[in-house]
């Protein structure tokens, strides 16, 4: 009994301690200044935005991001969300999808709200055609100053209403050196004979056709069918010596030395050149892909949220915070301020910031294809992909299933005839 | 007698709102096309799928086949073997199925690579390296090894229950070892069979993620076509359906099919 009690006060106590934890944490914030040293962060190079606003009003923001693409859950490097909601008082409930397609499936089925996504450059032209994307008010995100001038004003959002970049890069071909030894300059490697069995190539459409356009050298948004037929017919070509399709399942194949050359996103890249220094990476010459992910507020999001997402979104343009996501992520930022605290290696690898006359010369961005076109381009890409020369498989099916049939009615009959006996 | 009926009540309402009406989505998506319009017009474009669906049947029956052949002996053993090594069995046969199943295919992953494990041990000794992974063997050998304990788990409930006496008496009628499987321990093991056949192909007729890790993308089965019109280019809920529809029906087929023959085997004791 005597231990019992003792358990209940010691509970009661520890109840009434977290009470006035909550309590005091709701009645005064420690000032920004302390929050950020205690992150270890430089209070200079915060801007003197109010974060702490909406401090005591136990708000929930739903983030919605792609995974391992923003800086948390690693003890070396800033915790932004923790650091959001040290500021702001706000709980950052942070989600993760694998794909555009999946979060425009999620957003437009309504199985989930989210107040900020981060969709790239032409799922964001098409959320905003169908009306998905709700307009920023910018006086809440000053911090878009920081944003090179380069990335405003995109072709995705001509008038710059819905979307801040985040992150960006193009896609190269990464190689393995020890299994590669000629200087890749082009995307015909990704159809050299040579490393059959040794190709990985992307495992979504748009990605894939994108480089046999880029080889062929037509537009990357091309919606002209015989050059979408003659991209599916380079591609299955290519089928015959890949050694299979692959998403982020990539890291462990590249870093392992299962592959020899694969095509992927420059940022992933730089994070598996640095795990696996015997990989290189290169932007081919015939031109690639540019893309950028930006930040929006779905029109599903909660209003109530708008503001706090609106602060999010200058949060993540602080220049700390938008470095710190850079360096964890790999990608290249296009956060002016975020750049020049870059270390000069990564300022100076013109894979990773090129310079304006590349990106225009070089590279294109993806827009949105019309409905018909992307239809066409799935339905090819699933026959590309369900295409086996194997003619065997109905037949034997089906002589299966008639032999399952006779057997079965051959022994119904065979036991009423001995029930007859 | 209204009692037990009511205790049912949960359970109704459960699967009203989690089978039923799903099915029923489903069913309304394949019949429509976007603007709403009754059509058939996602079932006929099935056909052109059609190579896909049957081979992923295909596999599913190789898994399934493979399952048993490998599950009958090693439920026999475990059920024969003594109450003490029998519980150990069994954990040891469910422990790996504590860890997460995508992860255990992960593990295959690695396994399997050029790079992999298994290579390396053949290296070696000088062979290899072998191409393991990204064809169809790996991926039926996926869903061999992530299945076969719903195979074996409904056979040893089952052959536990055969009395060792039953297996005596034929023993001292001469009967011989083949025999007594024959005409013993297979037919009185037949409701287990039908029920590990079931929870063996069902998920390896449908699974997507297997044949993409170990298939490497270029063995696609209707499962992953079916994802692919959710979350590939084109956001297609549509023909995803009538997909999923079409093979519904032909599980549904086959189930029946082989639940015919499984309950001629009824041997009354």
Not at chain 1, 66 to 83: A, K
Not at chain 1, 393 to 405: H, R, Y
Not at chain 2, 120 to 149: D, H, R, T, W
Request: charge should be negative; charged fraction near 20%; glycine fraction near 6%.
């Amino acid at each position: 009994m005597k231990r019992f009690i003792f358990a209940l006060t010691a509970f009661v106590m520890l109840l009434s301690l977290a009470g006035c934890g909550q309590a005091a944490a709701g009645d005064e914030r420690a000032s920004t200044e302390e929050i950020l040293e205690e992150f270890g962060l430089d209070p200079e190079l915060f801007s003197d935005y109010d974060y702490g606003r909406f401090y005591g009003e136990e708000i929930t923001l739903n983030v919605a991001n792609w995974g391992e693409y923003m800086s948390i859950n690693d003890d070396e490097m800033t915790d932004v969300n923790e650091l959001f909601e040290a500021l702001t008082g706000v709980t950052v409930n942070y989600k993760t999808y694998a794909s555009n397609e999946t979060l425009y499936s999620k957003l437009l089925s309504g199985g989930a709200t989210y107040d900020i996504v981060i969709p790239s450059d032409y799922m964001i032209s098409k959320m905003i055609n169908e009306g998905m994307l709700e307009k920023l008010d910018f006086d809440n995100i000053p911090n878009l100053k920081n944003i090179m001038g380069g990335f405003l004003n995109p072709q995705y959002d001509p008038t710059n209403e819905y979307s801040v970049p985040y992150l960006w890069g193009m896609v190269c071909i990464i190689y393995n050196t020890t299994m590669v030894d000629e200087e890749i300059t082009s995307w015909k490697t990704l159809w050299d004979e040579k490393y059959a069995g040794n190709i990985l190539m992307f495992n979504n459409p748009r990605d894939a056709f994108g480089i046999a356009q880029a080889y062929l050298g037509y537009s990357l948004n091309t919606e002209d069918r015989e050059q979408l037929d003659r991209c599916a017919e380079l591609l299955r070509e290519q089928k015959e010596i890949v050694q299979g399709y692959v998403m982020d399942e990539i890291f462990d194949k590249m870093e392992g030395g299962s592959a020899a050359v694969a095509p992927y996103y420059v940022g992933d890249a730089v994070t598996m050149c640095d795990d696996n220094p015997d990989l290189e990476f290169v932007i081919p010459e015939e031109g690639t892909n540019w893309f950028v992910d930006a930040i929006c507020i779905p029109t599903t999001s909660d209003p109530e949220n708008k503001e706090v997402a609106e602060a999010y979104i200058n949060f993540l343009c602080e220049a700390e915070i938008a470095l710190a996501n850079c360096d964890y992520v790999g990608y290249s930022t296009p956060n002016q301020a975020a750049f020049e605290l870059l270390d000069d290696d990564a300022k100076e690898d013109e894979r990773r910031y090129p310079s304006d006359e590349f990106l225009i010369e070089n590279t294109e961005v993806f827009v949105n294809l019309s409905d018909d076109a992307n239809a066409y381009m799935q339905e090819l890409w699933t026959q590309l992909k369900v295409d086996n020369s194997n003619v065997w498989f109905v037949p034997i099916f089906l002589v299966c299933l008639i032999a399952a049939t006779i057997f079965v009615n051959v022994r119904r009959a065979r036991k009423k005839k001995r029930d007859n006996f | 007698m209204r009692a037990p009926k009511a205790l049912a009540a949960p359970y109704v309402v459960w699967v009203l709102i989690f089978t039923v009406v799903p099915l029923g989505l489903v069913v309304g998506f394949a019949m429509t096309d976007p603007d709403g319009n009754i059509t058939l017009e996602n079932i006929f474009a099935m056909s052109d799928y059609m190579s896909v669906l049957f081979r992923s049947i295909l596999f599913a029956i190789i898994a399934t086949v493979i399952c048993l052949v490998i599950a009958f002996p090693a439920a026999y053993i475990i059920s024969r073997a003594n109450a003490i090594n029998q519980s150990t069995l069994i954990v040891l046969l469910m422990v790996p199925m504590w860890i997460n199943f995508l992860l255990r295919t992960y593990a295959w992953m690695t396994l399997l690579e050029p790079n992999g494990l298994i290579n390396k041990l053949f290296g070696l000794v000088g062979l290899g390296p072998y191409n393991l992974i990204n064809n169809s063997g790996a991926v039926i050998l996926g869903m061999v090894y992530n299945y076969l304990p719903f195979m074996i788990l409904p056979l040893y409930s089952v052959m536990v229950k055969i009395d060792q006496s039953v297996i005596e008496a034929a023993q001292d009628l001469g009967s011989n070892k083949a025999r007594l499987v024959r005409k013993i321990i297979f037919p009185l093991s037949m409701p287990g069979i039908s029920t590990g056949i079931i929870a063996v192909f069902v998920p390896s007729v449908s699974t997507f993620i297997i044949s993409r890790m170990l298939g490497g993308g270029t063995n696609d089965l209707i499962g992953d076509i079916i994802e692919m019109q959710f979350s590939g280019n084109s956001y297609n809920p549509h023909l995803g359906s009538a997909m999923a529809l079409v093979l519904m029906i032909i599980v549904l087929f086959m189930m029946s099919l082989f639940n015919q023959f499984g309950s001629e085997d009824d041997v009354p004791l």
